[in-house]
């Protein structure tokens, strides 16, 4: 069976009879007239068509908790949906603590993540009663033992685990050791175990934690990192007598940016996941514990798009032809940061033969400002609207402000209906934190 994340369009993306393209019930010409572009869009029906989908796909075992990753798209009307659909929350910062609490989320499904957390940030964990702190290093548990403390609470936690498993997207590597900046290494955990049971009474271990990559198209690698997880908590049972009955498996699952992608579905996902599971609840003869899942990008991606109005262009002699939009690298960073691909389409000419290769550049102060190379469009000219897909996960989430350009407005579309959920930012809220120091106004 398919799934939403399999898409490169979101599924409600259709020509409408002006002859344009609409999502959500909504023309995207008339969006980017009424509110400016660049815009990123959002169709609710893609949201929920894919939470349905995880939800689906992950029912046949019995204790499954579905996090949204925040990281991939952040905003409280986004926590909104998420939340009514059942989801918890994996966060990373004080700013997406703050973002899901003024959604009004029950904090108890809130995982917070990291590998640098800051006193301020726990300490806001704790008062806010966020559920769970995925403690990733040895001077992350001292510092909220502390913490604990001070407030005179215990807090719950788990144990953020490398594997040993490294994702490459298309391939993995399975090694002793992983030399990366998360997570406590196979060899370390005892140690950090027999620091919670003699030293840190303010903490409660509940379960291990590890992510193994992001954009996987591989389904076995998520059996080896079950495995790994299981294994690691019978031997902490064997020696500690330790029971914990939590496992977090991270998030990662891939989209279709473009049409050489092939992510599984996560009926595929579920499937591996599941049978894993219960294969090594058997092997290892251990109670079946509680199942975390937290993807973000398969969740919100394939819902977003980005509109832009084409501007200039330049034909090099002999070479590419270019043409800029009023966008780029600091509304989608991903092209030039990963050289991520894209798909785009010109929103007002959606039937028109494909008569052209263009280069899409970005308006930004970079050469590298490049959001599409060499794409095949139809014959393009200044003011069309060009809608690039599947922008929902990591574009909003990494903007900047660079070039003191304000960041885009996010509108919501849901059966012809259009809500602004991030207001575009003015040329005064650009200076709000700018400060002038007395003596240099003299
Ligand atoms: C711990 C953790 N969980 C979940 C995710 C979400 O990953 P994805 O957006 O690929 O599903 C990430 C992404 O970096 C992560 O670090």
Known sequence: MN?????????TTKKNENGNIEIGGCDLVLLAEKFGTPLYVLDEYTIRSICKDYKKAFSAYDKVNMMYASKALCTMAVSKILDNEGFGFDVVSAGEIYTVYKAGINMAKVLFNGNNKSYDELALAIKLGVGRISVDNFFELSLLNEIAKSYDKTVDILLRITPGIECHT?????????DSKFGF????????????????????LHGLHAHIGSQIFETKIYGDEIEILVREIKRLDDKFGLKLD???????????????????????????????LNKCIKKYNIEPPA??????????????????TLGSSKQ?????TYFAVDGGMADNPRPSMYQAKYYAEIANKPDCELSQ???????????????????????VEEGDILCVYNTGAYNYSMASNYNRVQKPAMILVN????????????????????????RLSK
């Open 3 to 11: 799934s939403t994340n399999q898409f490169i369009k979101p599924l």
């Open 170 to 178: 298309h391939e993995y590597i399975q090694t002793g050791h992983l």
């Open 185 to 204: 290494d196979l060899t370390q955990i005892d140690e950090a175990v027999e620091l919670i049971l003699n030293n840190y009474s303010n903490l409660k």
């Open 246 to 276: 939590e496992i977090n498996i991270g998030g990662g699952l891939g989209v279709k940016y473009t049409e050489e992608d092939l992510p599984p579905s996560t009926y595929e996902i579920a499937n591996i996941v599941i049978d894993s």
């Open 291 to 308: 199942l975390f899942i937290e993807p973000g990008r398969s969740i919100i991606s394939t819902s977003g798009v980005t509109l832009y």
């Open 316 to 320: 090099v002699p002999k070479g590419r």
């Open 357 to 379: 290769e263009i280069t899409v550049a970005g308006r930004f102060c970079e050469s590298g400002d490049i959001l599409i190379k060499d794409i095949q469009l139809p014959q």
């Open 415 to 438: 059966n012809s209906q259009s809500d602004i959920i991030i207001n575009r930012e003015t040329l005064d809220d650009l200076v709000h934190h700018d400060v002038i120091p007395d």
